[in-house]
């Protein structure tokens, strides 16, 4: 059976800073990986995706993330935070055979300080 | 750019009562979706479905759901007697072929009182 770990619940960075959003997963083959992105109330923004080919994914709003075999791997990185950004973060798995089945973890809550 | 929409975006029932939330998905796509998001946790699969019929289901999809495209734009998923756990925010998704990125529709907030 796939899952996801998010092992950081709330995360706090301040403005301007750097972000790194921690992801593991557990699947017995090539996953598809995914960031969400959801804010209050709201619907799930894909910010990225990986299915195969680089390692390293650019996505929407200048995230990035790099899917690393070795580690089974899939963090979410952000050079400079905007203010705008808080909010969570979900990180899903997806099965090979149907990825629309994804996954979740329980999300990353982020906070931006001023 | 299309997308997936989602209606009642609020519903508020009695338990034991039936409930349909409506989804359209984007206009050519194939597979389709139903998740739900429990306030505060994780987003879990429910169900999805091709070709008119189910493909997959997890164990949260029991009896008193069922899902339906009744005509080429609509799925709808129905819970036939709602329970105070079915509180949730239910997301529809859909893409067009499985090994694809899927698309989130706004979710409908289900309230059962």
């Known amino acids: 059976a796939q899952s996801v770990t998010q092992p950081d619940i709330h995360i706090t960075v301040s403005e301007g800073a750097s972000l790194e959003l921690r992801c593991n997963y557990s699947?017995?083959?090539?996953?598809?990986l995914f960031w969400y992105v959801q804010s209050p109330g709201q619907g799930l923004q894909l910010l990225l995706k990986?299915?195969?080919?680089?390692?390293l994914v650019q996505g929407i709003k200048g995230f990035e993330a790099e899917f690393k075999r070795s580690q089974s791997s899939f963090n979410l990185r952000k050079p400079s935070v905007h203010w705008s950004d808080a909010a969570e973060y979900f990180c899903?798995?997806?099965?090979?055979?149907?990825?629309?089945?994804?996954?979740f973890g329980d999300g990353t809550t982020l906070t931006v300080k001023p | 750019e299309p997308e997936v929409t989602q209606t009642p975006s609020h519903q508020v029932t009695q338990m034991g009562q039936e409930v349909i939330l409506r989804c359209v998905p984007i206009?050519?796509?194939?597979?389709f979706y139903w998740y739900r998001q429990i306030l505060g946790q994780k987003v879990e699969f429910l169900v999805s479905?091709?070709?008119?019929?189910?493909?997959?289901k997890s164990e949260i999809f029991d009896d008193q759901f069922s899902v339906e495209r009744p005509d080429g734009s609509n799925f709808t998923l129905k819970i036939r007697s709602t329970k105070l756990e079915d509180s949730a925010m239910y997301f529809c998704?859909?893409?067009?072929?499985?090994?694809?990125?899927?698309?989130f529709g706004p979710g409908t907030r289900l309230l059962v009182l």
């Open positions: 998704a859909s893409n067009l072929r499985e090994q694809e990125t899927q698309y």
């Open positions: 479905f091709y070709n008119n019929e189910i493909s997959e």
């Open positions: 899903a798995v997806g099965a090979v055979t149907n990825a629309g089945k994804s996954t």
């Open positions: 206009s050519n796509h194939l597979y």
């Open positions: 699947y017995g083959a090539t996953p598809y």
């Open positions: 990986y299915f195969s080919g680089d390692t």
